[in-house]
């Protein structure tokens, strides 16, 4: 379907890059086949490093021509091979586009490029006073540029959105290479947040739970008690376990059967105190018939115990990989409808005789559900995953929830797009595609075929 990559092609790409950055060993292959998604491994036929949108304008122009596909990757931190070239071809870095271009702090936005690491450009802003909120796990590792093809989140999305939230202008090679550029500075619809200054802190509230059912029902009830956290994330106590062992730490509490971590944010100390402590009566009141209290909970009010737990919050994903073969569902329901989706994760794991280990942003009624090959062999993993993935994602569609919250359909889970996307749908997302990609080099076999 695509032409083959032949020295000819790799000069005309050493002609727009210098031949420094056309790469074809072995070491940029196999760094370019894989992202963090489970065992997943696609080498490219070639490697390139543009520094300019000219430049990527260049290359994707030339692929057009040749037949060549293109994928661009940002970090690399994605969790549903998004960035893997799964039909070969080119594969796009950008981490030479690395500069924060401006902090405008008059207007209150950051002009930056795309292969900035989020978390720099985090610290950046808040260096002068400012404030960026979406804060991906991966934050520490994964490109601002990734955030906006992925959409991300993190836990703070409850409160302040996700990356689309903070984007209001953007310069645009498009896949036939032209250059366009949507949005600006201008924007009518600038939130109404002024951010700066805005924090003297944070305080986190750990809620244990004995039981993982009665932890989700906490959830819908702190918002209906007016309570508006910056995070509200659930953990099961395996994943906690596996994330304490990960860092070699310790938290009280972490037997119990499930956490809540609930994190407020402000600028004023007591009406701060004011919300932890009516959370806290949140979570220990109970929302059942048989009760479904916390068994404890435990403020976290010093910037050092917040980062530590963010910390270990952080690790999960980490933890849960280096435990054991796995694969991430990326479930989302509405907030109310959390505790159905887990108790139906839990019994189809059960009968199916899968493990499972889940935690996610419970605020967003996101659960990242980990399915654990664990003890099972080789066969029995590879039978038991489709119909057990299908049969949650059919679950968790009847509760009116969808396959991803977060992580994409990308390679990984384009197989039950279906699921909760209608034959219509696929087929109008696929000609938008075709409009803006008529010869299909950008970043082809995702999402759908
Ligand atoms: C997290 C990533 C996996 O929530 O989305 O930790
Ligand atoms: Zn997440």
């Given at each position: 379907m695509f032409s083959p990559v032949n020295e000819k092609f790799l000069n005309k790409l050493r002609d727009i890059l210098?031949?420094?950055?056309v790469l074809t060993d072995d070491e940029a292959l196999s760094h370019a086949s894989?992202?963090?998604?489970?065992d997943l491994c696609f080498p490219p036929d070639v490697v390139v490093r543009p520094k300019t949108p000219q430049e990527i304008s260049s290359i994707l122009k030339l692929a057009n021509i040749e037949n060549i596909p293109v994928t661009p990757r940002g970090?690399?931190?994605?969790?549903?091979?998004?960035?893997?070239?799964v039909h070969k071809g080119i594969v796009l870095y950008l981490d030479r586009m690395n500069k924060i271009i401006e902090i405008d702090r008059e207007n209150l936005f950051v002009v930056t490029e795309t292969g900035v690491i989020t978390e720099t450009l985090k610290d950046a802003v808040e260096e002068v006073g400012l404030f960026y909120p979406p804060d991906p796990a991966s934050k520490g590792s994964c490109f601002i540029g990734g955030n906006l093809a992925e959409n991300a989140g993190g836990p703070r999305a409850v409160k302040y959105g996700v990356t689309k939230d903070w984007v209001y202008g953007l310069e645009v090679v498009l896949p036939n290479g032209e250059i366009i550029n949507p949005g600006g500075k201008l924007l009518k619809n600038v939130t109404g947040y002024n951010l700066t200054q805005l924090f003297v802190g944070s305080e986190v509230l750990i809620a244990a739970f004995d039981d993982p059912f009665d932890a989700c029902q906490t959830v819908p009830a702190m918002f209906h008690a007016g309570l508006n956290p910056s995070a509200c994330e659930f953990v099961e106590r395996d994943v906690i376990q596996m994330a304490l062992q990960h860092l070699d730490k310790k938290l009280p509490n972490s037997d119990a059967a499930a956490q809540l971590l609930i994190e407020f944010d402000g600028n004023d100390e007591d009406q701060l105190s004011e919300e932890t402590e009516k959370a806290g009566m949140v979570c220990m009141e109970g929302h059942n018939d048989l009760g479904g209290g916390a068994i404890d909970v435990i403020l976290a009010n010093t910037g050092q115990r917040v980062n530590e737990i963010w910390e270990i919050r952080s690790a999960c994903g980490e933890a849960v990989k280096s435990h054991s073969v796995y694969k991430e569902e990326d479930t989302v329901v509405p907030r109310a409808k959390l505790p159905d989706l887990f108790v139906g994760v839990k019994t189809i794991c059960a009968e199916r005789c899968v493990k499972s280990a889940c935690y996610g942003h419970a605020g967003d009624g996101n659960l990242h559900v980990n399915l654990l090959k664990d003890t099972l062999t080789d066969d029995e993993w590879e039978t038991k995953l489709p119909p057990t993935i299908t049969e949650i994602f059919e679950h968790c569609v009847s509760l009116g929830?969808?396959?991803?919250?977060?992580?994409?359909?990308?390679?990984?889970?384009k197989a039950y797009l279906h699921l909760a996307t209608s034959y219509e749908e696929i087929k109008l997302m696929k000609s938008l595609k075709n409009v803006l990609d008529p010869n299909g080099i950008l970043n082809p076999g995702k999402v759908f075929e």
């Open positions: 210098g031949d420094d950055f894989r992202d963090e998604t489970e970090g690399g931190t994605g969790l549903s091979g998004g960035a893997l070239p929830g969808t396959i991803s919250g977060e992580h994409g359909i990308g390679w990984s889970q």
